[in-house]
């Protein structure tokens, strides 16, 4: 067997200089010659040290100082021991030594590995070549000219990880995507320390173009940590930034961690031109809970604003609904007509639309009886058009409708012809409330026509009264009115509570639902529970309390709306240089807010009745009243008669007497003290000023 040249010339070295080694600190210790022998140990020493110190190839590179380090002790032996009988053996030894082990060529060669001194030398076994990898994976293009130049270039690289490249897999249509399969340069060992970055420098492409992916053991092919499949792809990673597929722009923008639905993966995107909506369905996998939606992020992913209200999400268990509109929803006008707020079997009815296109219902009674009604909004949110809708809904049903209001107003007035029983004020609000508690006296008593006493539901059969809506308008003003608010309260919360069985609805509608604002917790509730609350137009500090009162969880209460659904005009920047003043916000927002059916609210428009054009055709041409039986009992109580007149002696309990008599002495009938005050709060005229206060003060004291 042939010597390497590298070994041979290494021996020759070894032998030429022992006797340089021997002679040297014998004849001239201070010599040139025994100076460069003893400068060679040192740097020989350093070099071990710094060996010792590193974490990588401690062995290999302490062989290869050995030499330089072994012969520094052969001349310190030399210079300290008399005679030349040892310093010619020693250094006889050091040349056989080196040229048996000649550790300098054999260290140099690559990925040599120092044996241990204490193991046994192994006996060499054949290197068993790589199995060769099935036709599926690419291995018919081992010998071409792409693979040859993927191994260039590892090779130029070192061979990262001390891997070999097995075979290159050339993605079709592409010019320089390709899978490799790689194994450990030494079999038995697994492939540690390969990172993205090294494949990424060898083949100059980024970092994030590049995946490492483990090898499964196959027929014909070992797997497992001494196996590494990668992924080369610059030319699919260009094309997916700058023209994704919708699959790949929802996983990179979308889906992915830290993205505004994480851990989603798209399903389909489908366009519907008729109504100018785009949708996108996405699941997230059943394991990982509820989707986690960032609406700001997911708009801006989208390129829109989330106040625009343009952007609406529906989670239906573990999928999602992103509805993208073209234009606003909310900032539609929906018409309201007949066969919206017609009634259907089970007694719901259009109110308006919610965000995503669907039809938002209410209903005019539930499985529970008559159903209440809640209704939320500021002045100018659209409360009256509400109410307005709902009142044509009982009417086209068949109801009674009763409606009173705190305040009057035209559209409230409008409204009032075609309800059986309208009227204003909280003295008006307290007599209609105490017909309704004599009511539900009055119908418990009434036989049907199996001549028992039922519940009222809305599929009752031989039912002998109507169903009765009665509609409190200002609520909490009359509430809180000296006189009657009290029993206004107590009144309605004991229709609250029972009503609903004797087809007896309550729809109370204001600006606030706060206990602390004059309603009561249990009325709260019970219209709570026995109704679908609206919320129009909440001022963005009172969205979390406002739905924290009506028992709606942390995590489901809605973000504030925009105070306009209209797109900004855009040329701000010319404006400014022009010193033009900005256009005036668009405010669209009335009629806008949320429905709250279930545990969590939805976005909605509620449909608009045009009261300038007349609203008659959303009634119908008859108004429902109450039976003949039912009136009869209420004027024997004492209790129908008309609600507008002033109040009757005895009529909120027993007139006392005055301390004077009349200043005549005609000794006629006297009032009472609370309605004398009544009838003078009625005579003076509203006090709106300070001026007029101190006025007041001075005619009640005779100043």
């Known amino acids: 067997m042939s010597i390497p040249r590298s070994v041979a010339l290494e021996r020759a070295a070894y032998t030429l200089t022992a006797p340089v080694l021997a002679a040297a600190p014998n004849l001239a210790p201070d010599g040139a010659v025994n100076t460069i022998v003893l400068l060679a140990g040192a740097a020989g020493v350093g070099g071990t040290l710094l060996a010792v110190k590193e974490t990588e190839g401690t062995g290999r590179k302490i062989m290869r100082w050995s030499p330089a380090v072994s012969a520094l002790a052969v001349d310190i032996t030399a210079m300290t021991t008399p005679g030349w009988g040892w310093d010619v053996a020693l250094a006889a030894a050091w040349a056989a030594a080196g040229s048996v082990i000649a550790p300098l060529s054999r260290t140099t060669r690559r990925r040599f590995r120092p044996a241990l001194a204490a193991a046994p030398a192994p006996q060499l076994q054949p290197t068993p070549r790589p199995a060769p990898a099935p036709p599926s994976v690419g291995a018919h293009l081992d010998g071409d000219d792409f693979t040859r130049g993927v191994r260039h270039l590892w090779d130029r690289a070192g061979d990262p990880g001390q891997t070999t490249v097995v075979h290159v897999d050339r993605h079709p249509g592409t010019t320089h995507d390709f899978t490799m399969l790689l194994r450990a340069t030494e079999p038995g060992r697994p492939i540690t320390g ?73 399903v389909k995107k489908v366009r519907d031109t008729q109504r100018q909506v785009t949708h996108y369905i996405a699941q997230v996998p059943d394991e ?20 625009e209200g343009r952007l609406f999400i529906t989670v239906d268990g573990s999928q999602i609904l992103v509805s993208l509109w073209d234009t606003s929803p909310l900032a539609q006008v929906f018409p309201a007509t007949r066969e919206l707020l017609t009634p259907d079997a089970d007694g719901r009815w259009v109110t308006g639309y919610l965000g995503n296109g669907q039809p938002a219902r209410n209903r005019v009674y539930t499985d529970r009886g008559a159903a209440h009604g809640l209704y939320v909004a500021p002045s100018g949110g659209g409360k009256t058009q509400l109410m307005a809708l709902s009142v044509a809904a009982d009417a086209l049903y068949g109801a009674v409708v009763w409606l009173a209001t705190e305040a009057p107003d035209e559209k409230t007035a409008a409204l009032g012809r075609h309800t059986d029983r309208y009227g204003v004020g909280a003295l008006y609000m307290v007599r209609l409330l105490r017909a309704l508690d004599a009511l539900m006296e009055i119908r418990g008593t009434m036989p049907w026509e199996d001549g028992q006493v039922h519940e009222w539901s809305g599929n009752a059969v031989g039912c002998p009264y109507r169903l009765l809506s009665a509609y409190l308008d200002e609520f909490l003003s009359a509430a809180r009115h000296g006189d009657y608010g009290t029993e206004i309260m107590d009144l309605a919360e004991r229709v609250s509570v029972k009503g609903r069985k004797y087809g007896i609805g309550i729809k109370v509608a204001g600006q606030s639902i706060y206990v602390q604002d004059g309603f009561t917790q249990l009325l709260c509730e019970n219209l709570r529970e026995n109704c679908i609350p609206i919320v129009l137009k909440v001022a963005p500090k009172k969205v979390t309390a406002m739905f924290t009162a009506l028992g709606i969880p942390p995590e489901y209460i809605p973000e504030p709306l925009p105070r306009s659904f209209s797109p900004a005009e855009k040329g701000r920047i010319e404006r400014v240089m022009r010193g033009e003043p900005e256009p005036p ?113 001075k005619s009640l004291t005779g100043a």
């Open 194 to 266: 390969l990172t993205e970055a090294a494949v990424a420098a060898a083949f100059g492409v980024p970092e994030t173009d590049v995946v490492l992916r483990p090898v499964t053991r196959t027929a014909g092919r070992e797997g497992g940590p001494g196996w590494l499949e990668v992924n080369v792809t610059p030319d699919t990673a260009e094309r997916r930034r700058t023209k994704p597929t919708d699959a790949e722009w929802w996983a990179d923008r979308i889906g992915a961690k830290g993205g505004p639905i994480p851990g989603s993966v798209f």
């Open 288 to 307: 990982m809970g509820a989707p986690r939606v960032n609406q700001h992020a997911l708009a801006a992913a989208l390129r829109t604003k989330y106040d």
């Open 585 to 697: 916000a668009d405010s669209n927002t009335g009629g806008a807010g949320w429905i709250v059916e279930a545990k969590q609210p939805d976005v909605l428009r509620t449909l608009f009745m045009d009261f300038t054009a007349g609203i008659d055709d959303c009634f119908p041409d008859a108004v429902a009243t109450l039976t003949d039986h039912e009136i009869r009992e209420l004027q024997a109580r004492e209790l129908w008669f008309d609600w507008t007149e002033p109040p009757r002696p005895g009529e909120f309990g027993p007139e006392p007497a005055d301390e004077d008599e009349d200043e005549d002495g005609s000794g006629g009938p006297r009032k009472s003290r609370s309605s004398r005050a009544r009838q003078d709060e009625a005579d003076r005229d509203p006090i709106t000023s300070p001026r007029q206060a101190l006025e007041a003060i």
